[in-house]
């Protein structure tokens, strides 16, 4: 793969909107609703994946943290065994080999834990939709409820008017921010650092 190829799927992947096909954004939308009323209380998702579309691709690193009035309380983090092969494309970007997973657990087994970890708390998401497209995608393995999703890249456009964007990098870069990068339990922190920060100007 070249590395232009690499630098155009990172691309994709930080880009503040996404293109999904009509149906599959239809069926998913029903199920949670965008808000930007702060919460004290939420967890903050992150997904890595082994591409970029839902139900297609797979779940191959969860971050979950949740926090209880703004203060980090718990943290989910693990990798996910996809039960497909990891493209260098997406080693490249993520650092996560075939090796890192093959010992993992599969979606199957985590998905459950994960929903109850969530609970009825609200999500804090950057660019939610693509989380939460991965995220209602375990609907065959087990219930996945509606929930109320806060997107940092909607709170960052209304209160962060500084940066030439609102990429996760260039807001942890303009915050200045430690940010291990497409990992996600770093992608986790930093968004909610982001978050808090946009509610403090609120």
């Given at each position: 793969m070249e590395k232009w190829e690499a630098e155009r799927l990172l691309n994709q992947k930080m880009r503040d909107t996404r293109t999904y096909p009509k149906k599959r954004t239809a069926a998913r939308a029903k199920k949670?609703?965008?808000t930007m009323e702060?919460?004290?209380?939420?967890?903050v998702l992150d997904f890595e994946t082994t591409g970029l579309r839902a139900g297609d691709d797979k779940i191959i690193q969860i971050g979950a943290?949740?926090?209880?009035g703004?203060?980090?309380q718990d943290t989910m983090y693990m990798l996910i065994n996809p039960e497909r092969p990891i493209s260098s494309t997406i080693t490249r970007i993520t650092g996560i080999r075939n090796g890192d997973v093959q010992d993992a657990p599969v979606i199957e087994e985590i998905a459950p834990?994960?929903?109850d970890f969530i609970g009825d708390l609200p999500i804090v998401a950057h660019n939610a939709p693509f989380d939460m497209g991965f995220l209602y995608a375990l609907e065959h393995i087990t219930p996945v409820p509606p929930y109320q999703v806060i997107d940092t890249v909607r709170l960052a456009r209304?209160?962060?008017t500084e940066t030439p964007n609102h990429k996760l990098t260039t807001l942890s870069a303009y915050l200045e921010l430690e940010h291990n990068a497409h990992d996600a339990l770093g992608d986790c922190l930093v968004t909610a650092s982001i978050y808090q920060?946009?509610?403090g100007r609120m």
């Open positions: 949670y609703n965008l702060p919460a004290n209380d939420y967890i943290v949740k926090y209880i703004h203060q980090q834990q994960l929903i209304k209160f962060i920060f946009c509610i």
